[in-house]
């Protein structure tokens, strides 16, 4: 068992730096503020290997008549075999952000579907305004015309939140095989949500990894709206090398540098290096 969890510690590792890293850094990238839909070029270390076929949008808002369109990451085509494809959404980077995060009610995921289960309302509007843009324009693009079968998700944070809702109608709509691997996930939804998902994506492909010092993961914390955790969880022990505040112990480079087995140190932001 313990070589089979480092085998899927080090596949969530290598999609988190080839993939996820890109996504955050582009966001993050002051220059990059305006654009919602980059090409492949304007990317910088986009994955060797993939093409880039569509970004990842949504709306950054908590009211809706007021819809703010925000790049969230983007999903990639194996070149040698476009079937496979790798979905990466970024985590919480601004205050509007941090609201939708606060917006704890559950809610049906399906109101025609009761067995599906209540999700956390912030991520389910985040989540419904959804789009997928071709490369360079603000033309939406749908999943199915790819032929794919195999998808890889990987997201950190409030992307792992879109990620859970997002894996889970891919393997319960399109019947493909769905391994999802989530950073520094909250809670998403109860607990017939979680019996849904876990009927859609099998156990052995939900992998959620968490710092055992990280608060994110355990919110939210009402006990009345009855919040459980998707399976898989696989807890990481930061070490002394890590700062022990709330925001490096959340932090994606810290996930990475837990990923990765604790000894690059580089991996870790400056202000949470020890």
Sequence with gaps: MKDQNASVQSDAYEYAWKFL???????????????????????????????????????????????????????AAETANSKNIVVAIRGTQTNLEWDIDAKTALVDLQPENPKAGKVEKGFLKLYNSLQLWAPGTNVETNLGNLGYNNITMIGHSLGSGIVTLYGA????????????????????????????????????????????????????????????????????????????????NHSFDTYLYLLEGNSKTAILDLECRA
């Design 21 to 75: 890293k890109v996504a955050i850094e582009f966001h993050k990238d002051p220059k990059n503020a305006d654009i919602l839909s980059p090409t492949q070029n304007q990317y910088t270390n986009f994955p060797a290997g993939y093409k880039l076929v569509a970004n990842i949008v949504m709306n950054d808002t908590i009211y809706a008549n007021l819809p703010i369109p925000a790049y969230y990451g983007f999903i």
């Design 169 to 248: 109608h891919l393997a319960a709509v399109k019947k493909s095989n769905v391994i999802i691997h989530t950073l520094a996930s909250p809670h998403v939804g109860n607990k017939d949500f979680v019996d849904y998902y876990s009927s859609v994506v099998k156990d052995s492909n939900s992998h959620r990894f968490y710092n055992i010092l990280d608060k994110v993961p355990n919110q939210p914390q009402d006990k009345d709206q009855n919040y459980k955790h998707v399976p898989g969880g696989y807890p990481l022990k930061p070490d002394f090398h890590v700062n022990n505040t709330d925001k490096c």
